[in-house]
């Protein structure tokens, strides 16, 4: 009697992900803070400048504006969306990365805007994979550029080169399904999810081709270059006296050591990434 596939298919735990997920946090946040010594650094918290810490607050929100800027102009060849419902789409988004694991929040902010604004759910998914790739190619450059001046760990420049590939592979097949017209994912996917990955490709093609393209790529920097500023001002509040290119040092690497979905709020992750770029520049 014939066996049947599924029965003889052990099946994956749905959680392992997210069992890894927190897994990673916990082993993180012991390794950073195995020999910290909470006696004496606990009241250093009364001495925080609030100032620098407001500025923070409101340097961050100017971040999130600016990224739902370029998020519109990306969507422009499918409509005109107002900044707002776009902010409100992104901090919903944060607030649910917060909670959930594997960053979970940036499919809901896609899904929040193609409800409001009757877009196709994978076309606004493709436009936050496009998101990703430009910073990717910021990313890559600036810790080119932090190479030159600061040594980094081996693990750094390995995840470096990872996120080069990645980010090379993904601009290859978008390009080479566009030279093809579609072929390749027409005659690749044959099964159920085709329409959703045509619908992707569609997407990248048609906002990759857009006059409105060029201006998301430079509000990408302005996007990357906003968030030293919080970074910068939460180092003065907390008295550590350190210049603008070493918050940008900090940046480079918390955002290469967190391009990876992990545990909610990255916690954990962050500050294993954050240990180690600060202790370059201190």
């Known amino acids: 009697m014939a066996t ?10 749905s959680w392992w ?3 890894f997920a927190y897994a990673l946090s916990l082993a993180c946040l012991l390794w950073v803070y195995h020999d910290f010594d909470w006696r004496n650094e606990l009241p250093r918290l009364a001495r925080i400048h609030w100032a620098w810490i407001a500025a923070a607050v409101a340097a961050d929100i100017l971040v999130y504006v600016s990224q739902a800027w370029r998020w519109n102009r990306l969507l422009q060849p499918l409509k005109e969306l107002p900044l707002g419902k776009s902010v409100q789409a992104i901090y919903i988004g944060l607030f649910a990365n917060e909670v959930l694991p594997l960053r979970s929040g940036e499919l809901i902010r896609c899904y929040l805007l193609a409800v409001w604004h009757r ?9 936050a994979i496009i998101e990703r790739l430009i910073d990717g190619v910021w990313l890559i450059l600036g810790f080119a550029l932090a190479t030159l001046f600061v040594p980094m760990p081996a693990e750094l420049e390995t995840a470096a080169w990872i ?3 990645v980010v090379s592979a993904l601009g290859a097949v978008v390009a080479g399904d566009g030279v093809l017209g579609g ?3 027409k005659k690749r996917t044959r099964h159920r999810w085709s329409e959703v990955l045509r619908s992707l490709v569609e997407g990248l093609h048609l906002m990759g081709r857009s006059k409105s393209f060029a201006s998301a790529v430079l509000l990408s920097t302005v996007y990357l270059a906003l968030q030293v500023i919080p970074l910068h001002a939460m180092m003065a509040g907390y008295g550590l006296d350190l210049h603008w290119g070493s918050a940008a040092l900090v940046l480079v690497v918390l955002r290469l050591g967190t391009v990876v979905p992990g545990p909610p709020g990255n916690v954990g992750v962050f500050h294993f990434f954050c240990y180690l770029a600060l202790h370059k520049v201190l």
Request: charged residues 10%; aromatic residues 4%; hydrophobic residues 40%.
């Open 163 to 165: 996120l080069a590939g």
């Open 119 to 127: 877009l196709s759910f994978p076309v606004v998914v493709s436009s």
């Open 4 to 13: 049947s596939s599924n029965g003889a298919r052990s099946p994956r735990p």
């Open 183 to 185: 072929d390749l994912i």
């Open 17 to 19: 992900g997210t069992a």
